[in-house]
């Protein structure tokens, strides 16, 4: 038995438990998934909270919101996308705490899952735990040009020079101004703003009369404002369901060591797309998915 857990705050509506007791029962992986809901404890001391689940004989930890970043700093061994990215959300309990990053993992694969040409103009909103992971996916994948924008200017400043340290040309923005004349194939929010507890868009006064595809990180509630306001130009919307999916995915496939199931799991990968998540109903590709997405 392996027992599996999602830390961070706001979590109680995520269907991370639901995905991977899906995915375990699929594959004959018998495991438990618990939920460390962090949202009352403003003072807390992440590394001693994180030991004493490790001493609870928790084998692994998804961390989502807004522990990412602390979680690759307390890890003994990092994998190589989480020494890039300075940020984790999933940590393996042997000896050694292990840091893993499937946001990049899985955003890899959502890119080659959604796109099979590199870009030129993207657009992304917020560099904290997720947004550097998105970041990094895009310049791996392929892009000449990416704008940024994020509010805190040291923040920027630092991941600015390690994408431009990737060879990525990045120009950073403070904001985004509501005419603004450039062109962006694909526009990105990797801030909360939009979630349940965050509600709002990032964008509010933006126009996507030109862009090809947004991708949402937010997924509580399914349509966001930037969602909503995307679809009424008839572009191309990613749901963070996908990245929710691709990266639930690596994380399995990581808390498992069962490498050798990747083929067989990517192989139904739309099928598993399709799992329904119970919640409220979304209308995403062609199927009816019920979802309750917290990251």
Same mark, same amino acid.
């Given at each position: 038995m392996i027992n599996l857990g999602l830390i961070g705050k706001y979590i109680q509506n995520s269907q991370a438990p639901n995905l991977f007791k899906k995915l375990s029962q699929d594959f004959d992986l018998p495991l438990t998934y618990e939920l460390f809901d962090l949202k009352d404890n403003d003072n807390i001391n992440f590394r001693d909270y994180i030991k004493n689940i490790k001493n609870k004989k928790i =084998?692994?930890? &998804?961390?989502?919101?807004?522990?990412?970043? +602390?979680?690759?700093? *307390?890890?003994?061994?990092?994998?190589? +996308?989480? +020494? /890039?990215? $300075?940020?984790? &959300? *999933? /940590?393996?309990?042997? &000896? $050694?705490?292990?840091?893993? &990053?499937? =946001? /990049? *993992?899985?955003f890899e694969k959502l890119l080659n899952f959604h796109f099979d040409k590199k870009f030129k103009n993207i657009l992304v909103i917020g560099a904290g735990g997720v947004g550097r992971s998105i970041c990094f996916a895009l310049t791996k994948f392929g892009l000449e040009k990416l704008y940024l924008v994020e509010? =805190?200017? +040291? $923040? *920027?400043?630092k991941i600015t020079l390690e994408l431009q340290n990737q060879g990525t040309k990045v120009i950073s923005l403070n904001e985004v101004e509501p005419h603004n004349e450039i062109i962006f194939e694909g526009v990105l929010n990797c801030t909360p703003i939009g979630h349940e507890h965050s509600l709002g868009n990032p964008l509010e006064n933006f126009n996507f009369n030109n862009v090809e595809w947004v991708f949402d990180a937010v997924y509580v509630p399914a349509e966001t404002e930037f969602v909503k306001k995307a679809k009424k130009s008839k572009i191309k919307v990613i749901s963070g369901i996908d990245l929710f999916i691709f990266q639930g995915i690596e994380g399995f496939l990581l808390f498992t060591e069962k490498e050798k199931l990747r083929d067989k799991i990517y192989k139904n990968i739309n099928k598993i797309r399709k799992f329904?998540?119970?919640?409220?109903f979304f209308n995403y590709k062609n199927a009816t998915i019920e979802l309750s997405l917290a990251r």
């Amino acid at each position: 038995m392996i027992n599996l857990g999602l830390i961070g705050k706001y979590i109680q509506n995520s269907q991370a438990p639901n995905l991977f007791k899906k995915l375990s029962q699929d594959f004959d992986l018998p495991l438990t998934y618990e939920l460390f809901d962090l949202k009352d404890n403003d003072n807390i001391n992440f590394r001693d909270y994180i030991k004493n689940i490790k001493n609870k004989k928790i =084998d692994g930890l &998804n961390v989502t919101f807004p522990f990412k970043e +602390e979680a690759a700093k *307390l890890s003994d061994i990092k994998g190589e +996308e989480v +020494e /890039l990215t $300075k940020s984790s &959300n *999933l /940590l393996i309990f042997k &000896n $050694k705490i292990t840091a893993r &990053n499937t =946001d /990049l *993992l899985g955003f890899e694969k959502l890119l080659n899952f959604h796109f099979d040409k590199k870009f030129k103009n993207i657009l992304v909103i917020g560099a904290g735990g997720v947004g550097r992971s998105i970041c990094f996916a895009l310049t791996k994948f392929g892009l000449e040009k990416l704008y940024l924008v994020e509010k =805190d200017s +040291e $923040k *920027l400043k630092k991941i600015t020079l390690e994408l431009q340290n990737q060879g990525t040309k990045v120009i950073s923005l403070n904001e985004v101004e509501p005419h603004n004349e450039i062109i962006f194939e694909g526009v990105l929010n990797c801030t909360p703003i939009g979630h349940e507890h965050s509600l709002g868009n990032p964008l509010e006064n933006f126009n996507f009369n030109n862009v090809e595809w947004v991708f949402d990180a937010v997924y509580v509630p399914a349509e966001t404002e930037f969602v909503k306001k995307a679809k009424k130009s008839k572009i191309k919307v990613i749901s963070g369901i996908d990245l929710f999916i691709f990266q639930g995915i690596e994380g399995f496939l990581l808390f498992t060591e069962k490498e050798k199931l990747r083929d067989k799991i990517y192989k139904n990968i739309n099928k598993i797309r399709k799992f329904p998540i119970h919640f409220h109903f979304f209308n995403y590709k062609n199927a009816t998915i019920e979802l309750s997405l917290a990251r």
